[in-house]
């Protein structure tokens, strides 16, 4: 099966942007619908954002919409999770996940280790 890793987390300030990728050491990302999720202390675990097999099809929760991107480039097997404006209510671990479906309310079958994403105000 497909093994995920993330990167590209740190510490940010309020306004500042990242971006996340996820990139798979085993396997092809664009047999999977991929997504990320997030999970801050304390909290459930977050939708944050989907993508379809072609990269056509995306959705976003409310919380992110207009200021975050999600985007796949199968040729290179990555993920990218382009955030900006970032709020201190975005600090979470973010796992990209993979499964054969594209979808919000989907339970994906991969995901990776997670990577750290800190804003301060």
């Known amino acids: 099966h497909v093994q995920l890793e993330e990167s590209g987390g740190g510490l940010v300030l309020a306004g500042g942007s990242l971006r996340l990728s996820c990139t798979a050491s085993?396997?092809?990302?664009?047999?999977?619908?991929l997504a990320w999720f997030r999970q801050a202390p304390g909290k459930e675990r977050e939708f944050v954002a989907t993508v379809s097999w072609t990269g056509v099809s995306t959705d976003y929760a409310d919380s992110v919409k207009g200021r975050f991107t999600i985007s796949r480039d199968n040729a290179k097997n990555t993920l990218y999770l382009q955030m900006n404006n970032l709020k201190p209510e975005d600090t979470a671990v973010y796992y990209c996940e993979g499964g054969d479906a594209a979808s919000r309310y989907h339970t994906y079958d991969y995901w990776g280790q997670g990577t750290q994403v800190t804003v301060s105000s």
């Open positions: 085993r396997g092809s990302l664009s047999n999977y619908g």
